[in-house]
């Protein structure tokens, strides 16, 4: 079983930054992809990174590309969510959740990829 536990979330002013953190609760941790996916008010679920167990390999959605960075420490069983230049549009509750499968981006993108999820941190960006 895996655990997650998101932290980091809070009310930024846009062009602000923060840092989303992800505890994982599990074994081996570098054994799984760990992605984050955040959701809007009224709108679906919708990928927005992840980094394979290694570390070697990382895909960003276009839509926060160049903004967004994700990286993890597999000694502290955490994976992290660098959020830059943020925007009004970018506030929404972030997840993370985890997969022991590798993949493709079109597999590692994908929410039914994922069978494990944490509770999720608000992040919130005024204009």
């Known amino acids: 079983q895996v655990q997650l536990a998101e932290s980091g979330g809070g009310l930024v002013q846009a062009g602000g930054s923060l840092r989303l953190s992800c505890a994982a609760s599990?074994?081996?941790?570098?054994?799984?992809?760990m992605g984050w996916f955040r959701q809007a008010p009224g709108k679906e679920r919708e990928f927005a990174a992840v980094?394979?167990?290694?570390?070697?390999?990382?895909y960003v959605a276009d839509v926060v590309k160049g903004r967004f960075t994700i990286s993890r420490d597999n000694a502290k069983n955490t994976v992290f969510l660098q959020m830059t230049s943020l925007l009004p549009e970018d506030t929404a509750l972030y997840y993370c959740?985890?997969?022991?499968?590798?993949?493709?981006?079109?597999?590692?993108?994908?929410?039914?990829?994922?069978?494990?999820w944490g509770q999720g941190t608000q992040v919130t960006v005024s204009s």
């Open positions: 959740a985890a997969t022991h499968y590798g993949g493709t981006y079109d597999y590692l993108s994908r929410r039914d990829s994922y069978p494990y």
């Open positions: 599990v074994h081996t941790f570098s054994d799984y992809a």
């Open positions: 980094i394979i167990g290694s570390g070697a390999l990382r």
